[in-house]
């Protein structure tokens, strides 16, 4: 009863009212958005970790700081209307490396820590990195330039909660819990369109819960990595909205260890707010909307790793390019010398909007097949409009390159699905409805062995070079 009483209390009462809370005004904090707070707030943090846990609370009322340093046992209570406003000075962030010999994607962080536990930023205030000071405007990273910051930077730390705060104008990748375990990211409302690789969400850990969050960046929204030789593994992503102008939710294109037990569930994805940078109905022929996000999902591994076990469902899609983007390349081997893995792969009830001929893929390379997919309940309607030549057009290997809807050309041999070096792969129940006719087939079927498409009314099939394909358990024998 009194276990019960006291769990009652923790869910209703906010967190600063707790014991060894300090608030940052009484430390001398001024909330004028001009004055330099970072030593109080750090000290605050210092001193509640230093009596063994507690909150540090912020009123209402813009503070600026430099970068923080985290510490176990902290809990950060923003409260409604509070806003921390992250330094514009490059240099105020130079010893905000978690992994200092990294070589990767470490970088600094406003929010920083590195083998914490028990820590939390939550309320109902603002992290405001002001990403889009010219001090910050050095273009992609994939191009040089200095390291800039992000707004909540975590590694190899556990039992973590964000919730929901708001986390807006990041100067590089809004958030990233890199090498962390048990972590619960809820109600979270990030928005950053203001400068280049603007991703909303990256994670790279196991025992991570992700839900009921509202994500509207410039770069992808919902980004799984896998930068090290562990997997990125038991992952929930539920109850989000999603926009991007790049991919929605995605798994890669970092995969040097692998991704496993990933469930995707009850997702939205639209058009971004803002495109800033990508422009991609300029760039791209056959674009049917100013505003596009590149894939509603995208599953990539490229770098040796291993996917093994992904569930996704229940999604809506609009103002996408492609809906479904399998990809398994061989770009590099880092922790494995042979091609990396793509398996158990389940992807249900999927409703989609999309604007342009590029079709949803499922590929493996030569020598390296996607193995065991499923793909059902998906209904699919795009411009139309696909000609004989985009059917008749080769469609090249690419192997190394980067994993994108994209790296095959501006269309596909198929309308619907364009298949290449799969084993064992079904479709059940799949509606591909063009807009304007379209000459191509609904299924390109390419080097593929044991494959099953039922349900799936008048859609056309090609196959090319395959062997045990079904169609409403009839055997498809002719090209």
């Known amino acids: 009863m009194k276990r019960a009483l006291l769990l009652f209390i923790l869910s209703v009462v906010p967190l600063h009212l707790f014991p060894f809370s300090i608030n940052i005004l009484d430390m001398g904090a001024k909330g004028d958005g001009i004055t330099d707070n970072t030593s109080i707030i750090q000290n605050a943090i210092n001193a509640v970790s230093a009596k063994g846990g507690g909150t540090v609370y912020v009123p209402s009322g813009k503070y600026l700081t430099k970068a923080l340093e985290f ?166 992503i539920t109850n989000c909205i999603t926009a991007s102008n790049c991919n929605a939710i995605k798994l890669g294109t970092a995969s040097h260890g692998g991704f496993r037990n990933i469930v995707v569930s009850n997702c939205v994805v639209h058009r971004a707010s803002e495109d800033n940078i990508r422009h991609w109905s300029k760039q791209l022929e056959h674009i049917s909307a100013d505003v596009t996000v590149i894939s509603g999902i995208a599953i990539e591994v490229a770098d040796g790793g291993i996917i093994d076990g992904v569930t996704i469902s229940n999604m809506t899609m609009r103002d ?92 596909l041999p198929a309308s619907g699905f364009y298949v290449r070096h799969v084993k064992d792969i079904r479709f059940d129940n799949i509606f591909i409805k063009p807009l304007s006719p379209d000459v191509r087939p609904q299924f390109f079927l390419d080097d593929v062995a044991g494959g099953y498409i039922t349900r799936s009314g008048k859609n056309r099939i090609y196959h090319k070079n395959c062997s045990e394909i079904y169609q409403d358990e009839n055997i498809v024998t002719n090209q």
């Open 320 to 411: 996408v390019q492609t809906p479904i983007f399998i990809k398994l390349g061989d770009r590099r081997r880092t922790f494995r010398k042979e091609i990396g893995v793509l398996r158990n792969i389940n992807i249900d009830n999927i409703v989609a909007i999309a604007e342009s001929l590029i079709p949803c893929s499922i590929t493996g390379v030569e020598g390296g097949y996607v193995e065991n997919v499923s793909i059902s309940n998906i209904q699919i309607t795009f411009p139309g409009g696909g000609t004989r030549s985009m059917f008749e057009k080769p469609v090249p290997e690419n192997k190394k390159r980067y994993p994108e809807n994209r790296m095959f050309g501006n269309t």
């Open 71 to 236: 510490k176990s046992d902290v809990h950060l209570y923003l409260d409604a209307g509070a806003v921390l406003l992250g330094s514009t000075c490059l240099e105020d962030y130079a010893n905000a490396f978690p992994i200092l010999d990294g070589k990767l994607n470490q970088t600094s962080g406003l929010i920083w820590g590195r083998r914490l536990e028990n820590i939390s930023i939550t309320g109902l205030g603002t992290i405001d990195g002001q990403g889009e000071h010219p001090n910050f405007q050095h273009g992609n990273d994939a191009d040089g330039g200095p390291k800039r910051p992000k707004l909540i930077y975590f590694v190899e730390c556990r039992d973590i909660r964000v919730s929901n705060i708001t986390l807006k104008n990041s100067a590089y990748w809004v958030q990233h819990y890199e090498k962390c375990e048990n972590v619960q990211i809820t109600g979270l409302k990030v928005y950053s369109h203001c400068n280049y690789n603007n991703d909303g969400l990256d994670i790279d850990g196991k025992n991570i819960l992700v839900s009921d969050c509202i994500i509207d960046v410039e770069d992808d929204a919902i980004c799984l990595k896998s930068d090290h030789e562990t997997f990125c593994e038991n992952i929930t």
